[in-house]
């Protein structure tokens, strides 16, 4: 049986499973990091993910005098 485990980069706590989820509350680039462990084998795989803040929504009023 394989022991599956995600270091996501943002300092949260680390994630398990096959297919872990994530979402990211900030922006910036992050290092993550997924490994797979059966017996003696050890699998690994790290890239980097950028994420960019959201587009600021710009809300016009109409004042009625």
Do not use: N
């Not at 599956?4 to 872990?20: K, L, V």
Request: charged share 20%; with cysteine.
């Amino acid at each position: 049986t394989a022991v599956w485990s995600w270091a996501f980069g943002d300092g949260t706590p680390a994630g398990s499973g096959q297919e872990a989820q994530h979402t990211y509350t900030a922006a910036g680039r992050f290092l993550w990091q997924g490994a797979a462990a059966s017996g003696t084998t050890v699998c690994g795989r790290s890239g980097a993910i950028r994420v960019d803040p959201l587009p600021r929504k710009t809300v016009k009023r109409h004042i009625r005098r």
